[in-house]
């Protein structure tokens, strides 16, 4: 086939795009294993050391990023999946209302959400230092982009109609809602927990501003380590992340899409 | 199985925009029988079917099931069996999954449950079906394994509501008289609701005719068409003719287009023949008009003939009429088809 040159300036333009945003990640991940970044990587050499470093002084933050991602995972459904229920099958003005008023951590400065919440909980000594603080914070933060997805699929899904045929079966609301409800919706709850758990590790606004010492995030360490450490920890420092993160969206992707594969038809 | 009879008392049911759904209905439906529920869209049909599943409740009056009061009980404390009219499978449970439902719910033992379902798979004619998805059924297959779950907790009553209404014709077909077997060979309770009269007429013990949310009549498929209560029930279950009445005649009763023959004493606005009783007149006809248009329809063709009234007269003949679009044509009538109606509503020709 015959390429005409609109297709060759097409191409070249994608190319383009990509390059612009791909570089500078490729060349955080370079400085992140360069032994002296000023120096250059063919005069210095390379090098895991940084990386041993990171890992020394970090671990902690990254251990408690992934227990951050999943608790908020594990509340933000038990919260949200009723929710989304509760929204759908009320359909009135209020619940139109409500699911606006949900989205507005999202559009708020963390900052302002994170004030909000210290100003109100801030004395309560033992939960101010301790995880579940910044927990709150996510949950607070990451609740729409569950019920919103979950709420979608709800509505296509015909729930009043199958719930009827399972009431007529013998299935009281609580066995409905477990057996019919849930099962139908969970194309919308795994995209959700997707969507919650990259929020939440990679959610930096709220969770500074919440932190103590003694309870830093990834993000917050990567702050940290910019702040106070060499360009090459910090890089470091990124590239373990996205060797977490990256294989872990995979896993989460692939169970998900093998377990609503039944949902999309 | 032996049937549970249905009893509605003085069940009044209003929506809350205001719709009178359902004007006070008082309903016996015999043990073992099916009845089927008829009428146009809006007349209160499927609002009675839910009323009888505890879908819905009545805002005044009693549903009783043999001699249990259930009408504060929701639908799921009913034992009602249920076919909706696009079926409601689940479609997080396969073929097999969805007859067991129900057992399961009532806690049924694996084994059983497992037996229980393949004996009802054999029932419906899918046996080796059981672990297929929902979604690789075909509208006819999903209708029966609806049936087959709504069958398997042994409920006290069957309800469907349009139960074949998503079917192409032909299918429709099979599946009604499927149905029929199935449900005389059960012995079970059953009302159905439908929209379509030759459904009702082949299904149904009993055919109860609505009208805007009350009864118009309640009597045998023979019974409804050969004596309708109503010009409605006459005009909905079957065609009509309608022929207003000018004046008397010396042997019969002047109509547009000629004279019908009459001979009791009573004088009627209306008198009334179905196509099938009207025949083209050789000779000296009743009625005399052009025919307007031809259709052949197989089994009998059906001819409309203008006899200057405002609707032309429906004529079904066993044999394709010589007649051209535009002839004159007579019609004759026997004065045993001829019949008057006690209301005067608006018949559909």
Known sequence: ?265 | MTGTPIRLEGCRKTFANGTVALHSLDLDIRPGETLAILGPSGCGKTTTLRLIAGLERPDSGRVLFGEQDVTALPIERRDVGMVFQNYALFPNLDVAGNIAYGLKIRGVAKARRQARCAELLELVGLKDLGRRSIHELSGGQRQRVALARALAPQPRVLLLDEPLAALDAQLRERLRSELDQLLRHLGITAVFVTHDQGEAMALGHRILVMEQGSMAQLASPQAIYQQPASAFVAGFVGNLNAFPVLERSPCGLKVMGGELPWSTGEFPDILYCRPEHLRVATGNGHLHGRLVAQFFQGAHSRLLVDIGAQQPVLVDCAEASLCQVGDAIALSASPRHLFQLPSFGEVRP
């Open chain 1, 1 to 265: 086939m015959k390429r005409t040159p609109l297709f060759y300036g097409q191409l070249l333009f994608v190319l383009l795009v990509c390059a612009f945003m791909l570089v500078p990640v490729l060349m955080s991940l370079l400085a992140g294993l360069t032994r002296n970044y000023f120096q250059g990587v063919m005069a210095s050499g390379m090098t895991l050391d940084w990386l041993n470093q990171v890992w020394t002084a970090y671990a902690d933050t990254i251990w408690l990023s992934l227990r951050l991602a999943f608790a908020c995972a594990l509340c933000v459904t038990v919260i949200g999946v009723p929710a989304a229920y509760a929204l759908v099958r009320m359909n009135n003005r209020f619940s139109r209302a409500f699911e606006e008023l949900m989205v507005l951590p999202v559009a708020m400065p963390g900052l302002a959400s994170a004030l909000a919440l210290l100003l109100t909980y801030g004395q309560l000594g033992g939960f101010r230092s301790s995880w579940l603080f910044i927990l709150v914070g996510h949950v607070i933060f990451t609740l729409p982009f569950l019920v919103r997805p979950v709420m979608a699929v709800m509505q296509r899904q015909h729930l009043p109609i199958l719930e009827e045929a399972a009431a007529s079966l013998g299935a009281g609301p609580l066995r409905r809602f477990f057996s019919v409800v849930v099962p139908n919706s969970r194309a919308g709850i795994l995209a959700g927990v997707l969507m919650v758990v990259t929020l939440s590790l990679g959610e930096f606004n709220l969770t500074w501003m919440l932190h103590t010492p003694m309870t830093k995030t990834l993000p917050v360490g990567l702050a940290d380590s910019y702040a106070s450490a060499r360009l090459e920890v910090a890089s470091a420092y990124t590239v373990i992340f996205l060797l977490l993160i990256v294989p872990l969206l995979i896993a989460l992707q692939a169970v998900s899409n093998h377990l609503s594969r039944g949902d999309r038809r």
